[in-house]
C-alpha cells in the first residue's frame, strides 16, 4: 500500500484546513486509515482514525469536535477536515493505514510521507 498525504500549509488560528491521504496498491488489505502529527521535540501522536469498511472513527480528545475524518472508497481517499485550529495544531501530519481501528501507531504498517501544517496565531 502507498500513501499519498496533502493539502497542507499555512492557516491562520481559527481558520480550518483540509487534509487527504490517497492510497494505491494492495488497498484491499487496508482495514484502517489513521492520521497521526508530530511537532518539533515532541513524539507522534495520534490524530483520527476511520475504519474503511464501514466508517467507524476514532478521535484524539485534543481535536474531538474540531476535526472530521471520512473516507470515500471509491476514489481511494481518506480526508481530514480540520476546523477552529490552534496553534498547537500545528505538525507535520502523516497519514497511515493498518489491520484495525487504533491510536496505537505502533500498529500501523503503512506510512504516507508528512505534509505540513503550520498555524499562525
Known amino acids: 500500500v502507498q500513501l499519498q498525504a496533502s493539502g497542507g500549509g499555512l492557516v491562520q488560528a481559527g481558520g480550518s484546513q483540509k487534509l487527504s491521504c490517497a492510497a494505491s496498491?494492495?488497498?484491499?488489505?487496508?482495514?484502517?486509515v489513521g492520521w497521526f502529527r508530530q511537532a518539533p521535540g515532541k513524539e507522534r501522536e495520534f490524530v483520527s482514525a476511520?475504519?474503511?469498511?464501514?466508517?467507524?472513527?476514532r478521535y484524539a480528545d485534543s481535536v474531538q469536535g474540531r476535526f472530521t475524518i471520512s473516507r470515500e472508497r471509491a476514489k481511494n481517499t481518506v480526508t481530514l477536515q480540520m476546523n477552529s485550529l490552534k496553534p498547537e495544531d500545528a505538525a507535520v501530519y502523516y497519514c497511515?493505514?493498518?489491520?484495525?481501528?487504533?491510536?496505537?501507531?505502533?500498529?500501523?504498517?503503512?506510512w504516507g510521507q508528512g505534509t505540513q501544517v503550520t498555524v499562525s496565531s
Open positions: 476511520i475504519t474503511w469498511s464501514d466508517g467507524v472513527t
Open positions: 496498491g494492495r488497498t484491499f488489505t487496508m482495514n484502517a
Open positions: 497511515a493505514a493498518g489491520p484495525f481501528l487504533t491510536s496505537n501507531r505502533l500498529a500501523y504498517n503503512y
